[in-house]
């Protein structure tokens, strides 16, 4: 539906998924807003029944082929029925009103059947209400995503994740067999549903004509708790923290002088080993065997012919929760969902988020203080230096991670610093450049072992954005920061976290190259939140932060453009004989006004206007006088007035500068430190 309406002099149109789809603004604030209006627009857009309208529009939206339910049955013995939307008519959904997702998916569709099917890629995690420092429980949430490996570069998108199903933790929390049931209840939706993704596939509508696509499972990316609550794996808990070794053992179990676990044949290696070399693969084959073993001790239990205690040490040794409602347990399912091999580390939640990031620099920080560095001194710091428009909303706020509440939580937390994703990497290169400076000579050893981490995460950038090609490469840069950060700091904190970072070359090797996270879903995450924390009535919130979240994902793919284009406001300029913007996006690469580029040739320009001319995209820029060369990752340069034209035909044109600051120098002159 739209609410259209006719002014005096031309016809005007609210888009009601535009309006749905809106952030932070209930239907109650848009019926305000509209009520506002002069009489004929007020009377023209139904402004006083627009929130009926708003709600009939999102019914349509979530129509009778969207909408499926599940019954969950609850601890108390009630039954919760879920409302959500089946996968497959979500994607006919989107692609439908995509233009975008239907040249893509029309690609990828030549060749597709059921012997050469898609990659399906899930996601869920919990989306915490609130803030980052102040969780509020009751309106946080967990949301389900799929999307497809074959996207390649478009899944740093998030316009590429589709999400499918809102449910709020507190009834996920109550639910028997918790959220490896839920995730087991979706596989067979995907999977044994007259309409299943891998045995009769998805019929589409791709612009030339109707397609059936195949496709088959592949990855489950998820944060550790959550991989753990799908799996029933008992994670850090248990005696076999890591999934995917067949002989890693938890952190001290072997060398605990009182109580050691027998280890004759030296099998066991306990998992704060630095080397993946000492490691044994484990099995899809021997994890079910696992619990197909547990299941029979269960009804030994049962018949009293074993105690409880026993079954729980049998479960502490194998690493699992026995759950005879879990996803593993469910012997149907073994044909199309394979833990071990799907099962995949998030890098931005091993290395970012409160992860060996969070940890390298709390201890960082805590050295600093032996040298009377106190954290303000990185916050000042953090004050002077300016992000390209992509990063800056980012950017600007990142000087309050060092503050009296950030340190008192990461004290809290084992000592792990609290960020962001994206804070991590906005202010890692800063702090190694300052640290680079100044404390090279005091604390050579830390100043290495941040540099070393610095160098993983920027080549799996590098990775992820297809710059760098050479997957094992990463194995070497993984275990030599984990043994630098041993030798200054030791490894009593580290967490399974740190083990994880050893399994991200293989992964990556098996993802053909292609860096999976859940970077794009952050952000994402910020749109299905900005829902949840306006929602009153929580009795119909999943329904209600789903219904909002598609129009808004509807919304964005429509005008989503996955090929080279000018973004927003483009203008003719007769003088240049071509159309002019303030931004461009190529390839995943957005370049706006007042970024900084640099050129293959190490050339460092301003941009002044993004422009296409003839299909090819252009800058016209202001060179920069170089003064000093790029070491350790910085130049220092001075600005010039001399207009240079650069075309932009591959986004390897360009590479945007990171960040830059401002500073006088040693001649007295205006000049800029830019990181690279
Ligand atoms: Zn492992």
């Known amino acids: 539906m739209a609410v259209v309406g006719a002014s005096e002099t031309k016809r005007f149109k609210l888009d009601a998924s535009y309006l749905i789809g809106l952030r932070r603004v209930s239907y109650r604030s848009i019926r305000a807003v509209l009520q506002a209006l002069p009489g004929d627009l007020r009377k023209a857009c139904n402004a006083d029944n627009v929130e009926t309208d708003l709600k009939k529009a999102a019914n349509a939206i979530f129509d009778d082929e969207l909408r499926t339910t599940i019954e969950l049955p609850l601890d108390d013995g009630t039954t919760f029925t879920w409302n959500l939307a089946r996968p497959q008519a979500v994607l006919r959904k989107f692609a439908a009103k995509s233009p975008a997702l239907q040249r893509v998916l029309g690609a990828l569709a030549v060749g597709n059947s059921f012997r050469n099917p898609l990659s399906i890629v899930h996601y869920n ?65 995907f999977f044994t549903s007259t309409e299943s993704f891998q045995l009769v596939g998805v019929h589409l509508a791709l612009g030339t004509g109707t397609k059936v696509v195949f496709a088959r499972n592949t990855n489950l990316i998820a944060d550790m708790a959550a991989a753990s609550a799908c799996l029933d794996l008992k994670s850090a808990s248990g005696l076999k923290p890591c999934v995917k070794c067949a002989n890693g053992v938890k952190k001290g179990v072997l060398s605990d002088a009182a109580h ?49 205690a026993s079954f729980e040490l049998a479960e ?118 300052w640290i680079c400076r100044n404390m090279n000579t005091q604390m050579p050893g830390e100043v290495e072992s941040f540099r070393r981490f610095c160098e993983v995460i920027d080549y799996i950038q590098g990775l992820k954005r297809q710059i760098h090609r050479d997957v094992p490469k990463l194995q070497r840069l993984v275990e030599r920061h984990l043994q630098q950060h041993w030798l200054v700091y030791g490894n009593d904190h580290w967490t399974p976290k740190w083990h994880a970072t050893l399994h991200l070359q293989a992964q990556i090797t098996r993802d053909k190259g292609i860096v999976l996270d859940t970077m794009a879903n952050e952000r994402d995450h910020q749109v299905a939140k900005s829902y949840g924390d306006i929602m009153k009535n929580l009795g119909f919130f999943d329904e209600h932060v789903l219904k909002r979240s598609l129009a808004y994902q509807i919304n964005e793919l429509e005008h989503f453009e996955e090929r080279p284009s000018l973004v927003e406001t483009a203008i003719w300029n007769e003088d240049l004989g071509a159309t002019t ?31 296409l001319a003839d299909d090819d995209l252009f800058l016209i820029t202001d060179a920069c006088e170089k003064r000093s060369e790029a070491t350790a990752g910085s130049i220092d340069v001075r600005r010039k007035l001399d207009l240079t034209l650069v075309w932009v035909r591959r986004w390897t044109d360009v590479a945007l500068i990171r960040c830059w600051k401002p500073f006088i120098d040693s001649e007295g002159e205006d000049a800029l430190r830019m990181l690279v």
């Open 125 to 189: 995690d919990e989306v915490t209400s609130g803030n980052l420092l102040a969780p509020v429980r009751g309106r946080s949430f967990t949301a389900f995503r799929f999307s497809f490996m074959e996207f390649g570069k478009l899944l740093a998108a998030q316009q590429f994740w589709f999400e499918y199903a809102i449910l709020r933790s507190s009834v996920l929390d109550e639910v028997v067999g918790g959220e490896s049931f839920v995730q087991r209840k979706l596989q067979h939706l």
């Open 260 to 308: 050691p676990v027998p280890n004759p044949d030296n099998h066991l290696v306990e998992i704060t080993t630095a080397t993946l070399r000492d490691f044994v693969p484990n099995t899809n084959k021997a994890l079910w065997e696992n619990v197909d073993e547990l299941r029979r001790m269960k009804n030994s239990v049962r018949k009293k012919k074993m105690t409880k």
């Open 316 to 433: 502490m040794a194998c690493g699992l929760v026995f759950n005879s409602d879990g996803l593993i347990a469910d012997a149907k399912l073994r044909r199309y969902f394979k833990p071990v091999d799907m099962h995949t580390e998030d890098w931005a939640h091993v290395y970012l988020c409160k992860g060996v990031g969070g940890d390298e620099l709390a201890h960082l920080m805590g050295r600093l203080r032996e040298f009377g560095i106190k954290y303000d001194i990185l916050r000042e710091e953090l004050k002077l230096w300016k992000w390209p428009k992509v990063h800056h909303g980012t950017g600007k706020g990142t000087w309050r991670l060092f503050s009296e509440t950030r340190a008192a939580a990461a004290q809290k937390e084992d000592g792990s610093w609290k960020s962001s994703a994206s804070e991590m990497l906005t202010i890692a290169p800063i702090i190694l450049d």
């Open 581 to 611: 913007a303030s931004k461009m996006s190529i390839e995943g690469v957005h370049i706006a006004v007042g970024d900084f580029v640099r050129t293959p040739a190490g050339e460092v320009l301003e941009v002044k206007l993004c422009g």
